[in-house]
């Protein structure tokens, strides 16, 4: 096969990427490792910057985005036991959030790739990235027991932190900076009616979040130990954790029910340098992780795609300078996304092994917040995103 960009990887990045390529008259395939089920199946992030929605909506997606997803135009910070601190992101920096799952992001992408005809290549295995640093790159994979290649231009990894392309820039040319957090996240959905709000909460048990799906869709996290599996988390054991780590007033509002999915993930973050390698370039997971207490994971991944597609788009106008700067130009919003989860990260959970002192520090910084509104300000346009 031939084609022009060939794509690593179909979550929301891949599949974003071929669709507004396709728009701007730009060919590709997408060769993707699991099942088309198997990737709808995965539950993950939840919320959309502004700036995510407008690019789903400039490619045509913006309906049922619109019609389903809940706009929020704030987020509340449950502290010291029932101290509640209101971020008002639309009041303080000028735009809402919107609560819209990434089933449903990559459901709409899915729609939109058998509309426009995308060649999407499910069960892909063996993927291999081969003469990158050329003008004739090209990538092999099996499928249905077969091998093929695909030759291209320009190969985009899009394959998420566990992928084959950032290992494709050898060693001695990438850097990886790292932080692992002592802790992860159990996550449950419930049919049940979520909050009307957002809400996150530092306790003196650990960390929790309140979030939905659809009205009668919930999904709430609590911070764990990563030595914990589900197993060791009855649903009696969740919601009792979860009520005891919320704000009284906040806790009186839950409605609990059984769980119908029950997953941890530990918190990390990391960062590849750089994000172009030849005729390689990362997108996405495959570039970097943040934890998901910022909500930042996704809309970083759509960033890097608007950046990438606009570089790609130029390039085949005869305008080779996007491409060539796509790296540094995509890791200034990286790096700052990765310092507000970190922060975020720091400001809302309970370190184990931490002295009282930290946690002095923590309280300091909500009572900051609670007091200023200069520093909820600051927040706001962080957690809003930057314009790209
Ligand atoms: P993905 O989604 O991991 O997709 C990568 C795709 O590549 C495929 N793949 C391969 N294909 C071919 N060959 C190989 N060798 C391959 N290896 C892998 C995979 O099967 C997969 O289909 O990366 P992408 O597209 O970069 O998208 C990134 C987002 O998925 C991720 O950043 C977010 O889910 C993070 N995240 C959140 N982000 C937000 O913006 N807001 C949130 O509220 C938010 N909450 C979260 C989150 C992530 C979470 N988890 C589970 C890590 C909450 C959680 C709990
Ligand atoms: C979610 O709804 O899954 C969600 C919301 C906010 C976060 C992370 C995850 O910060």
């Known amino acids: 096969m031939k084609t022009q960009v060939a794509i690593i990887g179909a979550g929301p990045a891949g599949a974003l990427l071929s669709l507004i390529l396709h728009q701007r008259g730009i060919e590709s395939i997408v060769i993707e490792r699991q099942s088309k089920p198997y990737v709808l199946d995965r539950i993950r ?9 407008e690019l789903l909506e400039s490619i045509g997606l913006g309906e049922r985005l619109h019609a389903e997803g809940h706009r929020h135009d704030q987020v509340k910070i449950g502290w010291g036991g029932n101290e509640i601190l209101d971020i008002e992101f639309q009041k303080l920096a000028g735009k809402p959030m919107m609560a819209y799952g990434q089933t449903k992001v990559q459901e709409d992408l899915y729609a939109a790739a058998e509309r426009e005809n995308l060649n999407i290549i499910f069960e892909s295995s063996d993927v291999e990235l081969h003469d990158i640093t050329t003008d004739s790159p090209y990538v092999t994979f099996t499928t249905n027991g077969e091998t093929q290649r695909v030759d291209c231009d320009f190969i985009a990894g899009c394959d998420g932190q566990h992928g084959v392309s950032r290992k494709a820039i050898p060693d001695n040319k990438r850097t990886e900076f790292e932080r692992a957090y002592p802790f992860g996240w159990l996550g449950i959905l419930s049919e049940t009616p979520p909050l009307p709000h957002l809400l996150y909460a530092n306790n003196e048990k650990g960390f929790a979040l309140c979030s939905e799906r659809n009205p009668m869709l919930s999904r709430y996290y609590v911070q764990c130990s990563l030595d914990d599996t589900v197993d060791d988390w009855s649903d009696d054991r969740f919601w009792t954790e979860l009520l005891a780590r919320l704000p009284e007033s906040q806790a009186e509002l839950v409605v609990t029910g059984p769980s119908i999915e029950k997953s941890i993930a530990p918190l990390r973050s990391e960062v590849i340098e750089p994000m172009q390698y030849g005729n390689l370039f990362l997108a996405g997971d495959a570039a970097h992780i ?3 207490t910022g909500a930042k994971g996704l809309n970083l991944a759509i960033a890097d795609v608007h950046y990438l597609s606009e570089a790609f788009v130029a390039r085949y106008a005869g305008e080779p300078a996007k491409l060539a700067a796509y790296s540094e130009t995509a890791l200034k919003r990286v ?19 931490e002295s009282s002192f930290d946690q002095r520090m923590r309280e300091e910084d909500l009572a900051y917040l609670t007091r200023s509104e200069s520093a909820r300000r600051s927040i706001a346009e962080q957690y809003v995103g930057l314009d790209y």
Do not use: C, Y
Request: hydrophobic share 50%; aromatic share 20%.
């Open 45 to 53: 992030a939840g919320v959309l910057e502004w700036t995510s929605v």
């Open 335 to 353: 790096w700052s996304t990765v310092r507000f989860s970190w922060w975020m990260t720091v400001l809302l959970h309970r370190f184990p092994g």
């Open 290 to 292: 943040v934890p998901p």
